[in-house]
């Protein structure tokens, strides 16, 4: 058991033969990611990286039977590609697209209600069960194996937690790269969810940012089902101005309950351990698991 | 990326939403020649001077040099021409400007709205934005318009109505009805409202609003519905299919420092504090902003220089946060994955040479592939560059560099 990927996922990469599908396929090809093919519209029929190439998904999943899709189509495109993805019946889709509209992804939101597949991302780097497959952007080496699970709105600051971990003495079973933009597939609280339900995670670290209610969300939630495993948390943007967008597009503080204070209060009242420097991230969870 | 005002309203009258007529203009002249157009239009000698920043309270703001407000009604040439010339050039402040103000480059001529007839005015409230947790477009409205809409949800939230639109069906006509109904409105101006608001939606989806608020939404006494003012913010990751709209955008609204940075691709935000900092990735900027804080210094700003750290970007970014006097220190922290760190340290190794004279302290963390690689770069470079590979030896140095 692990969440969302493992060793027997077969992925299949929409934008495969661009700069940005190929080099990240080759990556995780070379992680032992199980990838079985791509798609690339008016390319099918071909082969890249010894994979065939199909015009629509729906080809894709019925000669290769893909359960999984990650996406590095550009941001004009990307929406028609995760709904392509849902109605060809892939379950889980992993969008790493920055950029795409918001309106779109509104729509894609309501498409995807009346679909099975679970959405990952936009706007994020993927998600990585350590050791077996690496559906992502992020350096598949910071992963060790082990039993941390980590759930974050961020790139650099997954890898630096999973970093931490790892000189904690400590490993990772699945990071799950949610995503930075207002509207995404899986909030906090469902990727929470997942590992709380996982037999292989004992822990969790979640990292969040301002702006939104997710955390908020994943903190009452956390607490209500009884604070099963231990959390850290840590939100990024405590030094933020307020109405100013900080690089991700849903990073901006709009009122009173979206900034960091008032995330990180939620958060302790609910039981998560918080730190207040990212730099302790590993250490506190080190702390929290010999008590 | 956001609107003026009257660019705002040339955008809506495309998709036939009735607003307050008026002329954009930056000089005395034009002013004077708007006003007697207006004049002819409306029949009447009442028009209304507002100026042009992208900031609201501009009715209530002053303009620094005169005392002027920055929104003015006036009843003849001569007072537009006064109102005009005191405007134009001057520094208005208004509690969202911030005690430095803006300077205000054009004013809108506009028809006075507030005539008399045979029905009441009325000022109502309505705006359009994403509500992030339904993931979909709320129309949020009042019967209370003309104010500021944060203290009526506190000091009376009975008073605000929402309106939540399926992105599917998008917003259907017993919701348009419902909107009219509850701004208490009858006959024409109850069939007017409709329309108004449907158009109105139309053109926040049409245009990929990011928020599309109209303050106040007004009722005249001939039953018209009219948008008085308008406050447009575009969602920036739209641009690309609106091109007409994206040349509208006005960069003497912006930090020029952060108008430089976008040249380059940078994701610059300019800050108040003593400590620069350059970073891969949004999340982890932030939190390196936080952790200079925490060590005792202030962030000066917000920096990704994204994926690709080169001796290009870095050299960029270096010169952007020196511009700022304040800096007394600058730290570098790059997570490296993809990107090798020792590719990293030769860029910023490089970039140090290229610039020659820094006289501030240089704190570069470079963890990931190859970090101790790079820190023996850094260290060998003879550079007076401080080097970490941990988060925390990283915010020590930050703390030393600022006791």
Not at chain 2, 86 to 105: D, F, R, S
């Amino acid at each position: 058991m692990s969440v969302l990927v493992n060793k027997s996922s077969k992925i299949l990469v929409q934008g495969f033969t661009g700069t940005e599908g190929t080099f990240h396929a080759t990556q995780m090809i070379e992680y032992g990611t199980n990838v079985v093919g791509g798609v690339t519209p008016n390319k099918g029929g071909t082969t890249h990286l010894d994979r065939p190439v199909f015009n629509t998904v729906a080809d894709c999943v019925k000669a290769t039977g893909a359960d999984v899709s990650i996406i590095f189509v550009p941001p004009a495109f990307a929406a028609d590609a995760i709904m392509e993805a849902a109605d060809a019946g892939v379950g889980l889709v992993v969008c790493i697209t920055e950029g795409i509209p918001v309106q779109d992804m509104v729509r894609v939101k309501s498409f995807l209600q009346s679909t099975k597949t679970r959405l990952i991302g936009p706007n994020c780097p993927g998600v990585i069960t350590a050791g077996e497959c690496k559906v992502g952007i992020m350096p598949g080496f910071v992963f060790k194996t082990g039993r941390i699970g980590i759930v974050s709105k961020s790139g650099t600051l997954t890898y630096e937690a999973a970093d931490q971990v790892a000189k904690a003495g400590l490993g990772i079973s699945t990071a799950i790269g949610i995503g930075g933009d207002p509207i995404i597939g899986t909030p906090t609280k469902e990727a929470v969810e997942l590992l709380m339900n996982d037999p292989e995670t004992d822990a969790i670290v979640m990292i969040g940012e301002i702006g939104g209610g997710m955390e908020a969300e994943a903190a009452n939630w956390i607490k209500a089902d009884g604070n099963r495993k231990p959390v850290v948390g840590f939100i990024a943007g405590q030094t933020a101005p307020p109405g100013r967008r900080m690089g991700h597009a849903g990073a901006i503080v709009g009122g009173a309950d979206d900034t960091a204070e008032a995330k990180m209060k939620i958060m302790s009242e609910c039981g998560i351990h918080v730190v207040n420097s990212p730099a302790d991230i590993g250490k506190k969870m080190a702390e929290v698991l010999n008590k | 990326m956001n609107l003026h005002e009257y660019q705002a309203k040339e955008l809506l009258k495309k998709y036939n939403v009735p607003v307050q007529e008026g002329f954009a203009c930056s000089t005395v002249q034009e002013a004077e020649e708007a006003y007697r157009q207006i004049k002819t239009q409306s029949g009447s000698k009442f028009a209304v001077v507002k100026a042009q920043i992208h900031a609201g309270g501009r009715g209530k703001g002053a303009i620094k040099e005169n005392g002027i407000n920055g929104v003015k009604v006036g009843k003849s040439l001569e007072d537009i021409q006064e109102f005009a010339q005191k405007i134009l050039g001057g520094t208005l402040v208004t509690v969202q400007t911030g005690p430095a103000g803006k300077v205000v480059n054009k004013i809108l001529v506009a028809q006075d709205m507030y005539y008399d007839g045979a029905s009441e005015r009325k000022e109502f409230y309505l705006s359009i934005l994403l509500d992030r947790s339904k993931g979909q477009n709320v129309i949020m409205y009042s019967t209370e318009g003309g104010m500021n809409i944060e203290d009526v949800a506190h000091d009376t939230p009975e008073k605000i109505f929402k309106e939540w639109v399926h992105p599917g069906g998008g917003l259907q006509g017993f919701q348009a009805r419902k909107i009219a109904f509850n701004l208490g409105l009858s006959g024409e101006a109850f069939k007017n409202c409709v329309k108004f608001v449907t158009n109105l939606y139309n053109a926040y989806v049409g245009l990929d609003c990011a928020m599309l608020e109209i303050n106040p939404l007004f009722k005249a006494s001939d039953d018209k519905i009219i948008a008085v003012d308008c406050k447009m913010s575009l969602d920036d990751n739209s641009l690309m299919r609106h091109p007409d709209v994206a040349a509208l955008r006005d960069i003497t609204e912006e930090d020029p420092t952060e108008v430089e940075a976008g040249k380059y691709n940078l994701n610059f935000v300019k800050l108040d504090g003593n400590v620069g900092c350059m970073v891969n990735g949004a999340g982890l900027a932030m939190a390196t902003m936080d952790m200079i804080k925490l060590s005792g210094g202030e962030p000066a700003n917000f920096l990704d220089v994204g994926g690709t750290a080169n001796a290009q970007t870095v050299e960029a970014g270096f010169k952007i946060i020196m511009k700022d006097p304040a800096v007394k220190a600058i730290l570098i922290n790059i997570f490296g994955g993809i990107v090798r760190c020792d590719r990293v340290a030769a860029g910023v190794i490089d970039a140090y040479k290229n610039l020659g004279n820094i006289n501030i302290p240089i704190i570069v963390r470079l963890q990931g592939t190859n970090a101790e690689e790079a820190k023996k770069l850094i260290d060998e470079s003879g550079l007076k560059v401080q080097s970490a590979i941990l988060l925390s030896e990283a915010a020590d140095l930050v703390k030393k560099a600022v006791a």
